[in-house]
């Protein structure tokens, strides 16, 4: 089975700063879909960034970049310049392949940001 | 297009009642899949239902079920509560189609079991 490992549970940065979340998992599959989704206080989960396991190149959506290490099995997310609406919860996910839609969370990071 | 909604948002019960929880997806997903939020165990996945059928299980125990109607509306019902079900209940739908595997969350329904 696969798992999915967030090891900080908090982190905080200031505002206009740069932050990285990170994460591991462990899978004996070689294609997978990982994302970082992000759930705001009492609001819904929305996805982050996606990453396709083929491919080698880091996804990026706008401030957000993934350092995606296929061998170290390390899917970390990147966020710069951070704003005061980053501030959530944020949790890895992976998802295999084939299959029914079916994610594996970590267990989150709590982002602040310091104004 | 209308996000995925969730009814009730809040509900409290007793322990030994049941309770059933709906979740309509974003028009044209037919893929609904649940998921349970605890601070301790986090998000663990429950089932997921595609075109009326259950294509997946978490391991969760018999008294949680669900379904799924021909317009692609989910429920899921939990019996004989217990006091650990206590939770947010999220669910997620997806058109599910081969080259498109982006799940949308609703509110959640926040379960409290006293």
């Known amino acids: 089975a696969q798992t999915v490992t967030q090891s900080q549970p908090e982190m905080s940065v200031q505002e206009a700063e740069t932050v990285t979340l990170s994460c591991t998992y462990d899978t004996s599959e070689s294609d997978y879909y990982l994302f970082w989704y992000k759930q705001p206080p009492s609001r819904q989960m929305i996805l982050v960034i996606r990453?396709?396991?083929?491919?080698?190149q880091n996804a990026t959506e706008n401030r957000f970049s993934v350092n995606f290490q296929k061998a170290a099995k390390s899917f970390s997310l990147k966020i710069s310049d951070s704003q005061l609406g980053d501030a959530a919860m944020y949790f890895c996910a992976y998802r295999t392949i084939q299959g029914a839609q079916k994610l594996v969370f970590g267990q989150g990071t709590r982002l602040t940001i310091n104004p | 297009k209308a996000g995925v909604t969730q009814t009730p948002r809040y509900l409290i019960k007793t322990r030994g009642q049941q309770v059933t929880l709906s979740c309509s997806p974003i028009s044209g997903h037919r893929s609904v899949s649940w998921y349970q939020q605890t601070p301790g165990q986090g998000l663990q996945f429950l089932f997921e239902y595609f075109s009326e059928t259950q294509r997946n299980k978490g391991n969760f125990p018999g008294r949680f079920s669900g379904r799924q109607f021909s317009n692609s509306r989910s429920e899921m019902n939990v019996s004989t509560l217990e006091l650990g079900d206590s939770a947010l209940y999220l669910c997620a739908s997806s058109s599910d189609s081969v080259f498109f595997y982006e799940q949308y969350f609703g509110p959640g329904t926040r379960l409290t079991v006293t």
């Open positions: 990453q396709e396991a083929y491919k080698q």
